[in-house]
């Protein structure tokens, strides 16, 4: 029982660690944020980071690989649990925006910090998201026979940058609307560009 407290209590400092450094990053950036302050936004040490992982760059990898390989298996249940492909792009919309939504930091730590990777890191993320994008493409071949995959693969690409970009935006507004409105216009938006 102790060792299965003690593993909790470490995988829930490592999860406070990853959600920290992620906001940490998109704050700042990664060149300009120590583990001493990623150590001390969760209470422990900086020494005490190293526990989890071997070095700042580990951790940014650590966030950046695993976001990918959320979306990457996320989309693929998406299509599994899908009746037809009409559902599957319904359920990749809703499952992209609610990601976009919940994890705009990581979109940001991404945007600006990839190039911080270790390679082999790096390598991993970029084939994890080209798989996504496929799994987008082949739910779209089968709404839009008569296209070809560059053409649905530029439409992937672009719903993903509205999507993407807009809770960065939206934080910025004065009045920014409730995040269920956001949720709404962002999936009516994708809806609208994936099936013209």
Excluded: C
């Excluded at 660690?17 to 583990?35: K, M, Y």
């Amino acid at each position: 029982m102790a060792t299965t407290q003690r593993e909790r209590a470490k995988s829930d400092r490592r999860s406070a660690l990853l959600r920290e450094a992620s906001r940490l990053f998109a704050e700042r950036g990664f060149a300009s944020v120590t583990l001493e302050e990623i150590g001390a936004a969760v209470g422990v040490s900086g020494p005490a980071v190293y526990r989890h992982f071997a070095s700042k760059q580990a951790l940014l990898g650590a966030i950046l690989v695993g976001v990918s390989e959320g979306l990457h298996d996320g989309g693929q249940t998406v299509i599994e649990d899908a009746a037809a492909p009409a559902d599957a792009l319904e359920g990749l919309i809703r499952f992209h925006v609610a990601f976009a939504l919940d994890d705009a930091d990581v979109i940001r730590v991404q945007d600006r910090d990839l190039a911080s990777l270790a390679d082999a890191d790096r390598h991993r993320v970029r084939r994890l998201q080209r798989e996504y994008v496929e799994t987008w493409v082949e739910v779209l071949r089968s709404i839009h026979p008569d296209r070809d995959d560059a053409d649905l693969r530029v439409r992937a690409h672009a719903v993903f940058g509205l999507i993407n970009s807009t809770p960065h935006s939206v934080r910025g507004l004065r009045t920014a609307p409730p995040e269920g409105d956001v949720r709404v216009v962002l999936e009516q938006l994708a809806r609208a560009a994936l099936t013209a």
